[in-house]
């Protein structure tokens, strides 16, 4: 991976306080991003920046893999890779409009950074398991991670894979569940109640760990250097994170913001900021 392009504070880049100061800027661009484009799922855009942010900035390296299975975060996977100088501005500004590379869920075939489309949910840890076997099989160098939904957690297919990649020597894999608690018909637990707990998966055979998906310094300790096979980062965080009529609120999954509310959301950010 290139080197980190946005140079925010005075901190050393890579560094956990470097990251937290990139977030907040990056938190600011994709709340403009959703508003100026009209789009919905910001709240679970908000939930995913920090694990994407630390995966582009300190994890991924030449050869490795990332693939998002929750699709409906492309926009916080186009502000990371903007913030490692991979897209531009002017990008930006075509997300979600006529013709653009930048839809609503990632589209192949345009950026390396994208190897599969995955508006479909439930089908992104099976991609990724293929790939991490691939990679064994044919002797490459490189790892491979994914990040999930806690909602993609009820599809029948993740648990094949999961159930796959236990029995099958694969290149290293870690999978990070985007674990916000809210789904599209309410809280994950009311939808179907599946406790996502580290002892479930290591029933599967797979190490896990649970972290707080906000905290850079657990984010990057989890995720750094797995050295064989697959594990589990159960990453717990908060729906519309940064923004407080968002936080942990369902309807951020559907809603647009009208401008008082962007205006309120960017004023808490930037206040933060000045907090931090």
Not at 13 to 37: C, I, N, Q, W, Y
Not at 186 to 208: C, H, M, N, S
Not at 218 to 238: E, F, K, M, W
Not at 242 to 247: A, D, H, L, T
């Amino acid at each position: 991976m290139t080197p980190a392009k946005l140079e925010i504070g005075m901190e050393a880049p890579g560094t956990a306080e470097h990251l937290a100061d990139l977030a907040r800027t990056a938190r600011k661009r994709l709340v403009r991003m959703h508003f100026e484009s009209r789009a919905c799922h910001i709240g679970g855009n908000l939930s995913a920046l920090d694990i994407l942010l630390a995966l582009y900035h300190r994890i991924l390296q030449e050869d490795d893999v990332f693939l998002l299975s929750k699709g409906h975060a492309a926009g916080a996977l186009y502000v990371a890779l903007w913030s490692m100088g991979l897209l531009s501005e002017e990008d930006l500004c075509h997300f979600h409009g006529e013709n653009t590379h930048l839809s609503g869920h990632p589209a192949p075939g345009w950026r390396p950074e994208i190897p599969f489309a995955t508006g479909s949910l439930g089908h992104g840890l099976s991609l990724a398991v293929g790939m991490a076997l691939g990679k064994r099989l044919q002797d490459q160098p490189g790892r491979v991670f994914c990040l999930l939904s806690d909602g993609e957690m009820q599809e029948g297919s993740t648990w094949e894979a999961i159930i796959f990649a236990s029995h099958h020597p694969l290149a290293p894999l870690t999978i990070v569940i985007d674990a916000n608690g809210l789904q599209g018909f309410g809280a994950t637990r009311d939808v179907a109640g599946l406790e996502l707990t580290v002892e479930k998966f290591r029933t599967f055979g797979l190490p896990a760990v649970e972290i707080d998906g906000h905290d850079f310094d657990a984010i990057l300790a989890a995720c750094a250097d797995p050295s064989s096979g697959p594990r589990v980062v159960i990453a717990r965080t908060r729906k519309g994170c940064g923004v407080s009529f968002m936080e942990n609120r369902m309807e951020w999954h559907y809603l647009c913001m009208n401008e008082a509310q962007y205006r309120q959301a960017i004023e808490e950010i930037e206040q933060e900021n000045k907090q931090g």
